[in-house]
């Protein structure tokens, strides 16, 4: 089987970066209820903020959701039973701070198993995947359109996904979601 994994809100916490943020300008945090940092109800400062940081290499910081979870994907990647990959839309050309990232997370990825594409959806074709784990709803929508199976995580922090939670399988977090799936015991 091949798998996809997203990087950020999926493996890496942004969610606490973009929190973070929002508590700065505004003081109070609430969950984006959309992709569009302009289009959450928060000041435009806050926003504005928001744009910067998610094309900044502040976004290279972020730390791993769950501390378990490195040796959870260094296990899934050298085994033999499944093919992994990590799809994300991270900065065409931000490659090598992402594998720097992830190395520093102590998550195993060499250069042709870490993808970055943008739209998304071209790379799970591409690389003909079988079950892509994101937590962003275009994609979610685009494997259910093509036919990908799909697992979305979907926490407080990704407010933006709910309203698919009637329609997609999700769970709060990709150790969760993986051992579900029977993919990690």
Same mark, same amino acid.
């Given at each position: 089987m091949r798998i996809a994994i %997203? *990087? %950020?809100n999926t493996v890496f916490d942004t969610a606490a970066k973009y929190r973070a943020v929002v508590e700065a300008h505004d003081g109070k945090y609430t969950p984006p209820v959309s992709y569009d940092v302009y289009k959450n109800g928060y000041s435009? $400062? $806050?926003a504005a903020a928001l744009h910067d940081l998610l094309h900044s290499d502040e976004l290279y910081k972020a730390t791993v959701f769950d501390q378990n979870v490195p040796d959870l994907l260094n296990n899934l990647y050298n085994g033999?039973?499944?093919d *992994?990959? /990590?799809i994300t839309e991270r900065l065409l050309n931000q490659h090598t701070p992402t594998l720097l990232q992830m190395r520093r997370a102590g998550i195993i990825c060499d250069d042709t198993k870490l993808v970055h594409?943008?739209?998304k959806i071209d790379a799970l074709k591409e690389y003909k995947i079988d079950l892509c784990f994101d937590d962003a709803p275009h994609v979610v929508s685009d494997c259910i359109t093509n036919n990908i199976d799909v697992v979305m995580i979907s926490n407080y922090d990704t407010a /933006?996904?709910? /309203?698919l939670r009637e329609s997609v399988e999700y769970y709060a977090d990709l150790a969760t979601a993986l051992k579900k799936r029977g993919i990690i015991e």
């Open positions: %997203d *990087l %950020d435009v $400062a $806050a033999t039973q499944h *992994l990959f /990590y594409r943008m739209p /933006y996904n709910h /309203y």
